[in-house]
């Protein structure tokens, strides 16, 4: 069972759209382990994050759970490209791991190794998708806390 979350997104082009991101509806945000370290707790953020990849597709990261060495239980998330007609929007619950102010996770396919690093800076998360079949650059998100 999942849910849909409409977003709203205003394009380069300056127009505006909806789009829906897909997240299970037994999301469960339980928080950080005591004796976390700062650098890994302050990837939690308890409303999620939000943004989207090279501005068009709607993206979602909910940090469920950090545990004290660092590893993390996270729901990624993304929708379908505004007036495209591609890949449907999905979640995948994922192990990741925090190391030197990054968050990485690989993204489960039996066609590619898709790498997803997450930088964090104050308020912010700044993504990269990676597909090992893909000769293109990285796509690029920019996350900002949900209120």
């Known amino acids: 069972m999942f849910l849909l979350r409409v977003f709203i997104l205003l394009l380069a082009s ?3 759209c909806f789009a829906e991101v897909a997240r299970p509806s037994n999301l469960k945000v339980v928080g950080v382990e005591d004796d976390t370290p700062t650098e890994c707790r302050a990837f939690f953020h308890e409303t ?6 090279d501005n068009v597709r709607p993206h979602e990261l909910w940090i469920e759970s ?3 060495d660092c590893t993390a239980q996270v729901v990624y998330s993304f929708g ?3 007036g495209k007609n591609d890949v449907a929007g999905y979640f995948r619950i994922i192990k990741a791991e925090i190391k030197d102010n990054t968050m990485s996770f690989n993204i489960p396919s039996s066609t590619a190794k898709i ?7 104050n308020d ?4 990269t998708w990676q597909s090992s079949l893909s000769t293109n650059k990285p796509a690029t998100a920019l996350l900002i806390k949900r209120k």
């Open 14 to 16: 300056g127009s505006i």
């Open 48 to 53: 999620g994050w939000e943004g989207s990849w």
């Open 66 to 68: 950090i545990h004290k």
């Open 80 to 82: 379908v490209r505004p």
């Open 115 to 121: 790498t997803v690093l997450y930088k964090l800076d």
């Open 124 to 127: 912010t998360l700044s993504g």
